[in-house]
Every structure is written in C-alpha cells, then in structure tokens.
Nanobody
Framework: VQLQASGGGLVQAGGSLRLSCAASGSTVTNYNMAWYRQAPGKQRELVATIRSDGRTDYAGSVKGRFTISRDNAENTMYLQMNSLKPDDTAVYFC???????????????WGQGTQVTVSS
C-alpha cells in the first residue's frame, strides 16, 4: 500500500487541524496503521495507532486532544488534532505496521510527511 499524508499547516495554539492519509493499492481496513511525528532535532515518535479491527491508542501527550479514525469509503485515515500546542510542531507521517502484543512495529515504508506548525 502507498500512503500520502496531507493537511498540515500553520495554526495558532489552541487551534485545530485534521490530517489525512490517503491509501492506494489496498484498503485501509486491511492494515494496522499509525501516525508518527518528528520534531527538529528529535527522534520520530508514535502519536496514535488504529488496528485493523478499529481499536485505537494514543501517546500520553496527545490523549484527549487527538483522535485517529478512518473512512473506509474514502480509503483514508485521519488525525483530528484539537487544542494544539507549540510542542505539537513536527512533521507528521502515516504508516502501516504490525502489533506484537501491545507494541506497534512500523513497516519500512515511510511516505512523505506533512508539516504542522503551532505558533504561541
């Protein structure tokens, strides 16, 4: 499956953005998927996951503010981001992977990310 992330931009603190991850070549329901982000000078970090069965999970830093979802008809995964903070500034990537127990392991393919910048 090929993935294309979009929807990033510049927003003030407290604002909202919705990121999209359009899939082609297969349907999103076949996969465990995730959003990652990477801020300048920092390691890439896992933000949220959605399993093929629909179960979701979030990093503690975004829980209650971000919502991961997918639209099977659009074959797209989303990340609704509310109450954004300057610390959320990063390039956001979408990805497929596998779960081993509770741990998510990303596949080797990383599509192009989308930049999110939150101003204070």
């Amino acid at each position: 499956v090929q993935l294309q992330a979009s929807g990033g931009g510049l927003v003030q603190a407290g604002g909202s953005l919705r990121l999209s991850c359009a899939a082609s070549g297969s349907t999103v329901t076949n996969y465990n998927m995730a959003w990652y982000r990477q801020a300048p000078g920092k390691q890439r970090e896992l933000v949220a996951t959605i399993r093929s069965d629909g179960r979701t999970d979030y990093a503690g830093s975004v829980k209650g503010r971000f919502t991961i979802s997918r639209d099977n008809a659009e074959n797209t995964m989303y990340l609704q981001m509310n109450s954004l903070k300057p610390d959320d500034t990063a390039v956001y990537f979408c990805n497929t992977g596998e779960f081993r127990g509770v741990y998510y392991y990303p596949d080797s393919y990383w599509g192009q990310g989308t930049q999110v910048t939150v101003s204070s």
